[in-house]
């Protein structure tokens, strides 16, 4: 500490020095006409005498990463936001009286600079200075001599430096901006419209998740970050929209790991008059899109993993999932022998837990989850974990509903949707006495809705796909904090 805090003061020195003689790296900005990434696309193959005989002209800007002064010369590399790197050539004889300034840059100072273009003996793209301006300068040093940021934590914390140094992260955040793209992209050639609904709710609801609570003072009411848009947009549903979706965040009070923030990214969309069974389809075709247009193939490395996202992808019923793992058929439908069979098979089953979440979260995630490496949709889940979900006809304790596992875990959840008002004011019901009963994460009682489907709400099937999920598929990223700019994380000491 006490070395990065003498290099501060040594560059605020020059700081000082460099407002002495009128130059405040603060003062103004520069216009840049070109990209480092441009200019070595365009003009990197050319020959010295090509270059030379155009006597190209160029300004750029950026941050120094590595200065080289050799008296007379100085050779500087700055990275720009294409995420390139150019060489700029500072030589005395060109610059005069101006040379001696460069003496007062550092690593890390960003700096604009006008001249010509040129190829060295080494055959390396340069800028020959003409004009040069430091537009700010880095008081603190950059880590690690320059060469990295690999502690995690800091990485996290200070995602700006990490940005700087590791040019990696920042394309993982151009591919994050081209996966949604794509995603919104073929979502509107479909017919869908993007809309917006609200970010506090006077009642939780549309997932099964423990909520952020907030208090607006002016309405001297309770609010809740929301957990999920769905109520809001079947809501939308009843007002005569057909095809819908929203992209946003969603707020869930729960633990943070490598797969879950607090705040994380979803897609919610809704399409009336079809089903779960026309949505296994659609999610083909949505996701193979956005993979092609951002990695370019449907076979790709995941870690050690080779996924491969051609359709039709695996179709397995919930408890046909589980039989196919090892627990025998109708032992999951009966919650003693259930317990009683995970215990004998060495998973922990908490003497609380509500009887509906027994199978899902405990059993079904440790047998099942891990072993869903390729792209697999699981249907027909039961009643109980599944409020909003419609009922099978020909078997009404499960539900019209899939889940999408790739390597090994949920990456979409979706339903035909529950358009009957009784029968979602009885699971309602059901969840309230659930959340009486110390169940955190149990929906409540939402009138309005119930008064908004019992003016009718048209058939129709509705998906949420997890967007930082599917960026950490398709980046071969193993942490949700790597596909996130900045993930919560606890204050500093």
């Not at 809501?235 to 490598?258: A, C, M, P």
Request: charged share 30%; hydrophobic share 40%; glycine share 6%.
């Amino acid at each position: 500490m006490e070395e990065i805090n003498e290099l501060i003061e040594q560059r605020k020195k020059k700081l000082g020095e460099l407002r002495s003689i009128g130059t405040d790296p603060y003062d103004e900005g520069f216009s840049a006409a070109h990209y480092a990434a441009e200019l070595i696309n365009k003009h990197g193959e050319s020959d010295h005498d090509t270059l030379e005989a155009a006597n190209l002209r160029c300004s750029v800007a950026g941050r120094i990463l590595a200065m080289r002064n050799f008296g007379k010369l100085a050779f500087i590399h700055i990275a720009d936001a294409s995420d390139e790197r150019i060489q700029l050539c500072f030589a005395r004889d060109i610059l005069q009286d101006k040379y001696p300034i460069i003496k007062k840059f550092d690593v890390g100072d960003i700096v604009g600079v006008s001249g010509r273009l040129f190829k060295t003996k080494t055959g390396e793209l340069t800028v020959e200075v003409h004009e040069f301006k430091i537009v700010s300068k880095s008081l603190r040093p950059l880590p690690e001599k320059w060469h990295g940021l690999t502690d995690v934590e800091t990485r996290y914390r200070q995602r700006y430096v990490d940005l700087i140094v590791n040019p990696a992260v920042k394309k993982t955040f151009a591919m994050r901006s081209r996966i949604i793209k794509a995603i919104r992209d073929f979502l509107e050639t479909k017919g869908f419209i993007e809309v917006e609904t609200p970010m506090m709710h006077p009642i939780a609801g549309g997932a099964a998740a423990k909520p952020f609570k907030t208090f607006h003072n002016a309405l001297d009411i309770d609010l809740y970050l929301r957990i999920a848009p769905e109520l809001y947009l079947k809501r939308l549903l009843v007002g005569g929209y057909d095809k819908i979706f929203e992209i946003n965040k969603n707020f869930r009070n729960e633990g943070i790991s490598t797969k879950h923030n607090p705040e994380f990214t979803m897609i919610e969309f809704y399409i009336a008059y079809k089903d779960y069974k026309f949505l296994m389809d659609f999610t083909e075709e949505l996701i193979c899109d956005a993979a092609l247009r951002s990695v370019g193939s449907l076979k790709f490395k995941y870690g050690e993993l080779d996924i491969d996202l051609t359709p039709p992808w695996k179709r397995l019923t919930f408890f046909g999932a589980l039989e196919e793992k090892g627990l025998p058929e109708g032992t999951a439908r009966d919650p003693e022998k259930s317990v009683e069979w995970a215990r004998r098979h060495g998973i922990n089953i908490p003497k609380d837990l509500p009887e509906g979440k027994l199978i899902f979260d405990e059993i079904f995630s440790e047998l099942v989850e891990p072993t869903l490496v390729q792209p697999t949709f699981i249907t027909d889940y039961p009643v109980e974990i599944s409020p909003l979900a419609k009922r099978k006809k020909d078997n009404p304790a499960l539900v019209d509903r899939f889940e999408l596992f790739v390597v090994g875990r949920e990456l979409a959840n979706a339903f035909s949707e529950l358009n009957d008002p009784i029968d979602q004011r009885g699971r309602f019901q059901a969840q309230s006495e659930a959340k009486k009963m110390g169940d955190e994460e149990a929906h409540a009682m939402d009138e309005d809705f119930l008064r908004a489907l019992e003016y009718g709400m048209p058939p129709a099937a509705g998906e949420g796909i997890g967007i930082d999920r599917l960026v950490m598929l398709l980046t071969d990223s193993h942490s949700i904090r790597d596909v996130i700019l900045f993930p919560q994380l606890k204050p500093e000491q």
